[in-house]
């Protein structure tokens, strides 16, 4: 105990924490927001209520709900399946949950376009239903949806196999339906993984470059999302324009971290 309240450990351990969030965080981010406004705050509100402006940021919002509704369903029921069943593959269905988590963005877009591309597998179909997934937003949301897959899986899965399975057994064997045993039992105890998991893949949805670049052609008013927004603007060189729509995302993340610890908190993690 009286190593760890050594001030010759405690002092230049905060000094290390501290020196690092203000070089790597906090003066990063303050010179964001002075760049924003560097050209007055009538050109920064100008900028923000521009038409590629708010439709990126309509574009963003959709492509992260619409990320997290399907990885809220689909990784709830992964984690059920792993944690509660043998089946054959089981193995290997955990181990390609992670698969998003190893391959590059950019790969993971290049996937999408030999798939869905005019030389796709899937392009005569989706051009007979007159359907156009590449350089569009669905193609946006397909690409969201794949590197935010992990997340809620990956929170849920271990909880689950750490808790066993036998109060939902047990509750089966006394003739409680599915939809009960999930919402009184199961629910519960993964509620909060389970929104640690929402916030995450909230978080990465919204800052996602990579896969989206390569899928989304990049067309201004179309398929531009906030990141990718502010490397076109930056491209051409209006550093003013990029920092600002850079503020949006700033935004966006101190909301998802306010609403993390408003959810969740500290006591959660305590009772856990």
Excluded: C
């Excluded at 399946?81 to 950019?106: C, E, M, Q, W, Y």
């Excluded at 030389?119 to 969201?144: E, R």
């Excluded at 990956?154 to 750490?162: F, M, Q, Y």
């Excluded at 966006?252 to 959810?263: G, S, Y």
């Amino acid at each position: 105990m009286q190593l760890f309240q050594s001030k010759k450990i405690k002092w230049p351990l905060v000094l290390i924490a501290w020196g690092f969030m203000i070089i790597l965080l906090i003066l990063p981010i303050a010179l964001v927001i002075t760049q924003a406004f560097s050209t007055g705050f009538s050109h920064y509100l100008t900028v923000l209520a521009s038409p590629n402006t708010l439709h990126a940021i309509n574009l963003t919002i959709a492509a992260t709900v619409v990320s997290v509704f399907v990885n809220l369903i689909i990784g709830v029921s992964a984690a059920w399946i792993i944690a509660f069943h043998d089946f054959p593959g089981k193995r290997l269905l955990n181990t390609l949950i992670d698969l998003p988590f190893s391959v590059s963005p950019v790969i993971a877009g290049l996937i999408f376009i030999l798939t869905f591309s005019r030389t796709g597998w899937f392009y005569p179909v989706l051009q007979s239903l007159n359907i156009q997934i590449i350089f569009a937003p669905p193609a946006i949301f397909l690409a969201t949806i794949f590197v935010t897959f992990p997340f809620v899986a990956r929170e849920l899965i271990p909880v689950l196999e750490a808790r066993g399975r036998e109060e939902e057994q047990t509750a089966a064997f006394l003739g409680a339906n599915l939809k009960d045993i999930f919402m009184q039992i199961t629910f519960p105890a993964i509620k909060t993984p389970l929104l640690t998991g929402m916030v995450l893949a909230t978080a990465r949805a919204m800052g996602e470059f990579g896969a989206v670049a390569v899928v989304s052609g990049n067309i201004p008013g179309k398929t531009l999302t906030l990141p990718l927004l502010v490397q076109s603007l930056y491209d051409q060189f209006k550093f003013p324009d990029a920092f600002a729509v850079a503020t949006i995302l700033l935004i966006f993340t101190f909301l998802i971290v306010f609403l993390q610890r408003l959810l969740i908190g500290p006591k959660q993690f305590q009772k856990g």
